[in-house]
T-cell receptor
Framework: SQQGEEDPQALSIQEGENATMNCSYKTSINNLQWYRQNSGRGLVHLIL?????REKHSGRLRVTLDTSKKSSSLLITASRAADTASYFCATDALTGGGNKLTFGTGTQLKVEL | DAGITQSPRYKITETGRQVTLMCHQTWSHSYMFWYRQDLGHGLRLIYYSAAADITDKGEVPDGYVVSRSKTENFPLTLESATRSQTSVYFCASSEGARQPQHFGDGTRLSIL
């Protein structure tokens, strides 16, 4: 079963608007990562947030983590058409997960001109 | 150029055939991973390797075999392909188990 579940499954916005995607997970984690996947390509790592961090920024990306709610959000500000992609969260379980990440099913973001 | 490359990019084969997907990375990363990506399932881990000659099962290992005789290569073999193994396969590598992973561009495999 998936450790992370993204919400919404699909999101369509206009260029310049902000896009927010959410990820919920089930077990305690060491860290949570967000990835982007453009159509027909592999995943690209965006940002990693550790379990003792609450917020992290990278350019137009802002990630928050609420370990009490077992959830994270990815905010893309001032979106561009080039941000059109699928976005995945990935978690590594604190215990029992082994040396690996578990990916969610992703949010498909479409940014329209 | 440094990176991770998968070959072939596209493959069509028939049920019962053996097929091997190749993965090569130039970073000397310790960890390598194989995933399959299917609609509605996201990425599911098939096998991973912590170092040369060390491999371990992931979530969906049945029907697949891996080996890692060299750090840079991590081939995935379907010994007797089935239609349910039609999927897009991604290889990834990372410096450490919980570190960011670097992905190849995938192999789209169709089994008829």
């Amino acid at each position: 079963s998936q450790q992370g579940e993204e919400d919404p499954q699909a999101l369509s916005i206009q260029e310049g608007e902000n896009a927010t995607m959410n990820c919920s997970y089930k077990t305690s984690i060491n860290n949570l990562q967000w990835y982007r996947q453009n159509s027909g390509r592999g995943l690209v790592h965006l940002i990693l947030i550790r379990s003792n961090e609450r917020e992290k920024h990278s350019g137009r990306l802002r990630v928050t983590l609420d370990t009490s709610k077992k959830s994270s959000s990815l905010l893309i500000t001032a979106s561009r058409a080039a941000d059109t992609a699928s976005y995945f969260c990935a978690t590594d379980a604190l215990t029992g997960g082994g040396n690996k990440l578990t990916f969610g099913t992703g949010t498909q973001l479409k940014v329209e001109l | 150029d440094a990176g991770i490359t998968q070959s072939p990019r596209y493959k069509i084969t028939e049920t019962g055939r053996q097929v091997t997907l190749m993965c090569h990375q130039t970073w000397s990363h310790s960890y390598m991973f194989w995933y399959r990506q299917d609609l509605g399932h996201g990425l599911r881990l098939i096998y991973y390797s912590a170092a040369a000659d060390i491999t371990d099962k992931g979530e969906v290992p049945d029907g697949y075999v891996v080996s890692r005789s060299k750090t840079e290569n991590f081939p995935l073999t379907l010994e007797s392909a089935t239609r349910s193994q039609t999927s897009v396969y991604f290889c990834a590598s990372s410096e450490g188990a919980r570190q960011p992973q670097h992905f190849g561009d995938g192999t789209r495999l169709s089994i008829l």
